[in-house]
């Protein structure tokens, strides 16, 4: 029997792999040039989307064996670490291509675009690493947000998102009847301003200096401003330019996943604070390419129920709310403000419907 389920999971696994696929189109849209570039832009938006309106996907979570194997499978560590070499391979590469001067504007803004989805999809790597308790995987987390110039993240996701999710007090959650543009600019500034607070709280508790090495949101500024200088010296300035668009289109994409993944729910006081965040604090769903393509972002809700929970044995709650399509195909449906409202909205009264129901 332990033989059998050692097989199915050492078949099982390689699924990840596709974990790979944006990123090797990536590259392909920077190598072909041309329409091409536009090549994982199309991919991610409008084939998977596609695709995903007609699949569903599985509610099914391991069992406690195939967990604990799984958990001890040093592969889907090995997998992870892998995507951090390969995102500093795109960046070079892009900033390699992007600075021929022969390139068309369509071309140079296809290839942009295809490296803020790296950027964008690198930052979901490095938060699952960020939340590994082991130094050199918190330091893969951090080169791999350096490329994005989103380094404050891994204080404010961890520190403060985490604490403060579902509650008007977490920059990173949307609120109800909030648009996306709207979003943006308060989660942009929001979570950069909070990093500095809880930075400076924790160095007020080890009774450390703020202007000091020891500032680690201070320590974030300098290496990303002497990444852009080293870009800018090395390539010019318009490719430098090219880079910070491109980085931003990649932390844009973040805040557009966070846009979707708590819109509209909330935690209940209680007391000076708040209940414990729940299964139904989060939006999931178990739309197939979406789950591999993110490393199981999508099933959202264990990961906030327990931070610790790896990525491959995150698993379904029936309560938790579903949104009606992957990922991918949500965040095309939240930058059209009028859509998102009258998909969701009925969503979230059909789900506080129900809610009610069952306390009833």
């Known amino acids: 029997m332990l033989f059998t389920t050692i097989h199915i999971m050492n078949f099982k696994y390689f699924k990840y792999l596709s974990a790979y696929c944006v990123p090797s189109l990536v590259l392909f849209s920077l190598y072909m040039g041309g329409v091409w570039s536009y090549s994982v832009i199309i991919f991610v938006y409008v084939l998977v989307p596609i695709v995903e309106l007609f699949f569903k996907g599985s509610e099914e979570n391991m069992n406690k064996i195939e967990e604990k194997i799984a958990r001890e499978d040093r592969f889907y560590d090995y997998l ?14 892009f900033l390699f291509r992007v600075g021929d001067e022969s390139l068309m504007l369509y071309e140079k803004i296809g290839m942009i675009s295809a490296y803020g989805l790296s950027a964008g999809f690198s930052i979901n790597n490095a938060h699952e690493l960020g939340h590994r308790s082991t130094k050199h995987e918190q330091f893969m987390s951090k080169l ?26 977490d920059p990173a959650t949307s609120r109800y009847g909030e648009n996306i543009y709207a979003f943006f600019i308060r989660t942009v500034t929001g979570s950069w301003i909070s990093a500095w607070r809880l930075e400076g709280e924790k160095l007020a508790r080890y009774k450390h200096a703020f202007w000091s090495v020891h500032n680690e949101m201070l320590r974030f500024q300098i290496i990303q401003v002497l990444l852009l200088i080293g870009i800018g010296l090395t390539f010019g300035p318009m490719v430098l330019v090219c880079f910070v668009i491109g980085a931003s289109m990649g932390f844009m994409l973040l805040e557009t996943v966070n846009y979707i993944e708590h819109y509209g729910l909330t935690r209940k006081k209680k007391g000076k604070g708040y209940e414990r965040t729940l299964p139904i604090h989060s939006w999931n769903s178990n739309h197939p390419i979406g789950r591999l393509l993110l490393l199981e972002l999508s099933r959202h809700s264990d990961h906030h129920f327990l931070a610790s929970r790896p990525y491959q044995v995150l698993r379904h709650f029936d309560e938790s709310p579903q949104m009606p399509t992957g990922y991918p195909g949500m965040m095309v449906l939240a930058l059209v403000p009028p859509l998102w409202f009258r998909v969701m909205h009925k969503r979230i009264d059909e789900y506080r419907e129900q809610a009610d129901l069952q306390l009833a």
């Open 80 to 93: 992870l670490y892998g995507l951090v070499p390969v995102q500093f391979v795109i960046l070079a590469y």
């Open 144 to 169: 791999l947000l350096l490329s994005s110039l989103y380094m404050h993240f891994f204080i404010e996701h961890n520190r403060g998102h985490h604490k403060n999710v579902a509650t008007e007090e």
